[in-house]
């Protein structure tokens, strides 16, 4: 079974440019995060979806960055304009119905964002 | 903000001795989970606990949940090279809304 893929692997930008990243979950997993690690932190949750809908955002800064899972299966992350602070690991991981939200989780492994 | 503290930071041990470390929360649960994450794998589930479970094992994992002191301890017995990583309690509250990880505990086996 594939696991879930993530591109690009690395991203080096300058502030104030766009990002995006992509995340394929692994089949048939209705329940995809994306999550954000500083250096040295756990995880950070920015967004969850359940399907095509975002369940939860609370975490995520409306202000430069976008999610977007429009047919319930791979999903983006957009950062516009991406700022010195941003630079981090970005993970996306899935869980299934199954197992219900919040429960075993696998990861991708990562997008690292470099911001100068 | 975080909810699950770890301790130690870091531990540093001899191959085969086994390996304890904490993870306490401020809020009730709905479950613990630990998560262990290397360069070559990335981050993999361990284990999960709910909140009305008191001790789960898996393989050389042992996990113990005290939810009236809102702490948690993950034991790996005989400790292997394999076993070096950063280790992470994630809580998800009462409602199961939320996740919240640890800083986590950076584990050293020695050879």
């Known amino acids: 079974e594939a696991g879930v893929v993530q591109s690009p692997r690395y991203k080096i930008i300058e502030k104030k440019q766009p990002v995006a990243f992509w995340c394929n979950p692994i089949?048939?997993?209705?329940?995809l995060y994306w999550y954000r690690q500083n250096l040295g932190q756990g995880p950070e949750l920015l967004i969850r979806?359940?399907?095509?809908?975002?369940?939860?955002d609370s975490q995520l800064p409306k202000d430069r960055f976008s999610a977007e899972r429009l047919k319930g299966v791979d999903s983006t992350l957009k950062i516009q304009p991406a700022e010195l602070g941003d630079s981090a690991v970005y993970l996306c991981?899935?869980?299934?119905?199954?197992?219900?939200?919040?429960?075993?989780?696998?990861f991708g492994p990562g997008t690292r964002l470099t911001v100068l | 903000s975080q909810q699950g503290e770890e301790d130690p930071q870091a531990l540093s041990i001899q191959e085969g001795e086994n390996a304890t470390m904490n993870c306490s929360y401020k809020?009730?649960?709905?479950?613990l989970q630990w998560y262990r994450q290397n360069s070559g794998r990335g981050l993999v589930h361990l284990i999960l606990?709910?909140?009305?479970?008191r001790e789960k094992h898996s393989g050389r994992l042992r996990v113990t949940l005290d939810t009236s002191k809102k702490s948690s301890s993950l034991l790996i017995t005989a400790s292997r090279a394999a076993d070096t990583a950063s280790y992470f309690c994630?809580?998800?509250?009462?409602?199961?809304?939320?996740?919240?990880f640890g800083s986590g505990t950076r584990l050293s086996i020695r050879p």
């Open positions: 089949s048939g997993h209705n329940t």
């Open positions: 606990i709910r909140s009305n479970e």
């Open positions: 991981a899935s869980s299934s119905r199954d197992r219900g939200s919040y429960n075993e989780q696998f």
């Open positions: 994630a809580t998800v509250g009462s409602s199961a809304s939320k996740i919240i």
């Open positions: 979806y359940e399907n095509e809908e975002a369940v939860d």
């Open positions: 809020t009730s649960i709905n479950n």
